[in-house]
């Protein structure tokens, strides 16, 4: 008689209560939204040791056109990675894949100033790519790279201007140092 | 007999939260980054002919040390300064960018139109460049051009240059 009055009053009180499963629905479609998202993002911005500058400018990173090269730079004298292992070597990434020098000036001249889609319109800048360059290169490489893509940008069939080179502000922590 | 089996969604929603913050806290680490804008010459291309010698110049030369002098690859060794043709000498290399940053600014402010070389040798690490280069920007020069290397237009001379200079670097 006792537990047929209690299932009559939990009946009772269930019928107030919300249901979660749309909420739980929709929550879990916004966390596979970030995941996919994130993912994106994060394959233009290689794990790098940045030079420092004192007069570098905020990167806003509005430019939804600007391509981004990453420079890669493996320690050559450290003794736990072993040659022949592919991670020692040098990698210019660009969304997350590997360019040498042959495929990143394919590469260039599709995206500069022989394609319509990024010339500048304005007149006196006839023949010049409206596209920015972002290069990131780690401290600790070579700056034969840089130079090296900063030659091929300037090639009148490519006429890539805009460049900037990505540095990170002095960090308080010496031991971050990009240091030999 | 349905209540009984009703799971509490607490934990559940509380977790869900911390994932949200974590990917929103992950997304802003982009804007962090700081960057040098370095517009390149428009009006003209690739200059392969040897650069006029001008008066405006002040030239900063970076040479790696030799093998025999530092057994380590190529950019992981120290670096020489010199300021036109006098090399800079210092304990640290803060005390060399110190003192390279006063030779500049010295001839920056005699010289309102003064130009800025930056003459770095083979496998000179993209740091030092970079500092250089900032001191340059810090001492109020507006054209910084950088010595280049002729690479040929020609693909395969090119790869033949690049395969070169990833050797020297011990990066093939």
């Not at chain 1, 022949?84 to 990434?93: A, H, L, Q, T």
């Not at chain 2, 209540?3 to 913050?21: G, S, Y």
């Not at chain 2, 051009?145 to 040929?152: A, E, I, S, W, Y």
Request: hydrophobic share 35%; glycine share 4%; charged share 30%.
């Amino acid at each position: 008689m006792a537990a047929r009055k209690k299932r009559k009053h939990d009946t009772s009180a269930s019928d107030v209560e919300m249901d979660m499963t749309p909420m739980i629905d929709i929550v879990f479609q916004m966390v596979m939204f970030f995941v996919i998202v994130s993912d994106f993002s994060q394959k233009d911005i290689a794990k790098l040791t940045l030079p420092w500058s004192t007069v570098g400018v905020d990167d806003e990173g509005d430019d939804e056109s600007r391509l981004i090269i990453n420079i890669t730079a493996p320690r050559l004298s450290d003794t736990k990675v072993k040659k022949g292992d592919e991670n020692v070597y040098s990698k210019i990434m660009v969304r997350g894949k590997p360019y040498d020098f042959q495929s990143l000036q394919k590469f260039l001249e599709l995206n500069g100033v022989q394609n319509p889609k990024y010339r500048e319109t304005d007149p006196t800048k006839k023949g010049l790519s409206n596209r920015s360059l972002l290069i990131r290169c780690d401290g600790n490489q070579s700056f034969d790279y840089v130079k090296a893509i900063l030659q091929i940008c300037a090639q009148p069939d490519i006429a890539i201007y805009k460049v900037e080179i990505a540095t990170a502000e002095q960090p308080k922590d010496k031991k971050k140092a990009p240091t030999n | 007999m349905d209540q009984e089996v009703k799971m509490d969604m607490t934990p559940m929603i509380d977790v869900t939260f911390q994932l949200l913050i974590f990917f929103i806290i992950t997304m802003k680490f982009r804007t962090l980054e700081k960057k040098l804008n370095s517009y390149l010459p428009t009006d003209f291309g690739l200059n392969t002919s040897s650069a006029p010698v001008e008066e405006n110049f002040i030239t900063v030369k970076i040479r790696q040390k030799k093998a025999s002098e530092d057994p380590r690859p190529i950019r992981e060794r120290g670096s020489y300064y010199y300021v036109e043709t006098e090399e800079i000498k210092g304990a640290t290399e803060k005390e060399i960018f110190q003192k390279i940053y006063k030779r500049i600014k010295a001839f920056r402010d005699q010289n309102k139109d003064a130009k800025g070389k930056i003459d770095a040798g083979t496998g000179v690490p993209h740091y030092r460049v970079v500092s250089v280069l900032d001191l340059f920007h810090k001492s109020g020069f507006e054209t910084i051009t950088f010595v280049g290397l002729t690479v040929n237009k020609d693909i395969s001379a090119g790869m033949k240059w690049w395969r070169k200079m990833r050797e020297t670097l011990g990066d093939m």
